[in-house]
């Protein structure tokens, strides 16, 4: 059972960047998916959420208008696009699932840097 994310890196301020999360050992297509991030000496908090039947999303208000989550299913794979990013979003992400008895499941994280 395990979430692993990509895609992390240095980019310029108002650049894009994809992250991807795969994941394994549980029932993907019926889990809701989350992607996180904590930055430095902040609380870990959440950025989108996407539900697994409806395809429902929801965004922290940061992330409304620049962040996009998506997932395929046939994939096992949970996506954040990340639009016009601000040295603001800089942060360790994180993917995460709410699993029935194993409670939550995080990835090792991907580290977004944003700076010029």
């Known amino acids: 059972v395990q979430l692993v994310e990509s895609g992390g890196g240095l980019v310029q301020p108002g650049g894009s960047l994809r992250l991807s999360c795969a994941a394994s050992?549980?029932?993907?297509?019926?889990?809701?998916m989350s992607w996180y991030r904590q930055a430095p000496g902040k609380e870990r908090e959440v950025v989108a959420i996407?539900?697994?039947?409806?395809?429902?999303?929801t965004y922290a208000d940061s992330a409304k208008g620049r962040f996009t989550i998506s997932r395929d299913n046939a994939k096992r794979m949970v996506f954040l696009q990340m639009n016009n990013l601000k040295p603001e979003d800089a942060a360790v992400y994180y993917c995460?699932?709410?699993?029935?008895?194993?409670?939550?499941?995080w990835g090792q994280g991907t580290q977004v840097t944003v700076s010029s």
């Open positions: 996407i539900d697994s039947s409806s395809g429902t999303t």
């Open positions: 050992g549980f029932t993907f297509s019926t889990s809701r």
């Open positions: 995460n699932v709410l699993l029935p008895f194993l409670g939550m499941l």
